[in-house]
């Protein structure tokens, strides 16, 4: 298994640009299988979710023409199976996000259920109740969801309890060809949910409400989606995010490229409170950090609050910054699976439920650790890369799901850092 070795303490500098958010590109993908024409998607990130979601639309009988690394043609004229089979959703959980389209088209579908995964049980009750709402028939066989809707879906008021992204998402798309209109209350805001919902405005659906917590949509009756391509997907702030933290940890000044500043919002507050500087023009975002950051508290919540995303990253930052500082993870239950692997580092990090205390120390020191899920791999790479000495960071297939070229943008940057095959 690959294995990355980090020698801490070299300074960053330079520029870095920022690759296609994973987060949009997975329901864009997904979406396709809403049109029988051609749809070109351009600036998807290079990472192996994409690759798996790509492989299991293929699968599924839809037809592929891969560009470069970084765009393709999809045409879903021809889908031959509406069954999503748990090879590939138990790699990645997204794979759920097929479960509306497919039913929306074809009336019929099954998808292996996903399960729990490393930062908690992630159930899809809400996902499941939202599609009921339309009038789907569900039932839960041999590890797998089966839904039925063979008369089409029908619009319907969905409320959900709780707001969830890929719940919302699957309602979007479902009710993108229901007949008649859907109210979603309480939807998710985030950006990638924002895209998915212009996407399918551009290809003739009629929604209002776009980037709020109550979206209407007035469903297509069954006719496919002619969507207006090429798609471009929006650049990735969850990366973006993790190259200011390194830029901060290592105290270097670092410009991001190809970026949404309005999109990592909460992360430039939270830097700019812990004392970082900025300049911020069209699609570019400069970070000063300081020589020494200032703690600051964080609790994650839904866009546009503090990710729960960043959670990790910004608890690497927390471990040198002066005085103590209070993480408190208000989205998953047991996302905390990096702290036991940054203390091996010399951290200082106390859990009591879902909350963090961690206290400021001197210096890390490099070691032996494991990457748990994709975020909390990112946050052992931070540590790491003010850590003192050699620091090799083991099951990284975690970081290759979901970051471009880590090794390849952070060297360039000037961080001594490099993958054993
Ligand atoms: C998406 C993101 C993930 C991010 C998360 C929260 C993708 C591919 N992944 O995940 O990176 O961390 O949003 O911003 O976009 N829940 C239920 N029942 C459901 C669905 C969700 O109880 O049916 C709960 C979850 O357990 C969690 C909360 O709702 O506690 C939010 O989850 P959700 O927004 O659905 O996350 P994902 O869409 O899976």
Known sequence: ?????????????????????????????????????DITLENLPNVVDIKTLLKLVEMLGGKVNYHDNHSVTINNRSISSTKAVYEIVSQMRASILVLGPLLARFGECEVSLPGGCAIGQRPIDLHLK????????????????KAYAPDGLKGAKIVFDKITVGGSENAIMAAALAH????????????????????????????????????????????????????TIIPDRIEAGTYLCAGAITKSSITLKKVNAQHIKASIDKLESMGCQFDISDDEVTIYPPEELISANITTTEYPGFPTDMQAQFMALAIVSKGDTLI????????????????????DIWLKGNIAAVHQVDELNGADVMATDLRASSALVLAALIAKGETNIHRIYHLDRGYENLEGKLSALGAKIHRHK
Do not use: W
């Not at 939202?130 to 969801?145: F, N, P, R, T």
């Not at 408190?328 to 951290?347: C, T």
């Open 1 to 37: 298994m690959d294995y990355l070795t980090i020698e801490g303490g070299a300074k960053l500098s330079g520029s870095v640009t920022i690759s296609g958010s994973k987060n949009a590109a997975l329901p864009v993908i997904a979406a396709t299988l809403l049109s029988d024409k």
């Open 328 to 347: 408190e993870e208000r989205l998953f239950e047991n996302r905390f699976m990096h702290v036991s692997e940054l203390n091996r580092l010399g951290a």
């Open 180 to 231: 008649g209109t859907t109210t979603i209350i309480n939807a998710a805001k985030e950006p990638e949910v924002v895209q998915l919902c212009e996407i399918l405005v551009d290809g003739g659906v009629l929604i209002e409400g776009v980037g709020t917590s109550e979206i209407t949509i007035e469903g297509t009756g069954g006719k496919p989606i002619d969507f207006k391509t090429p798609i």
């Open 130 to 145: 939202a599609l009921e709402a339309m009038g789907a028939v569900i039932e839960i066989k041999s590890g797998y969801v």
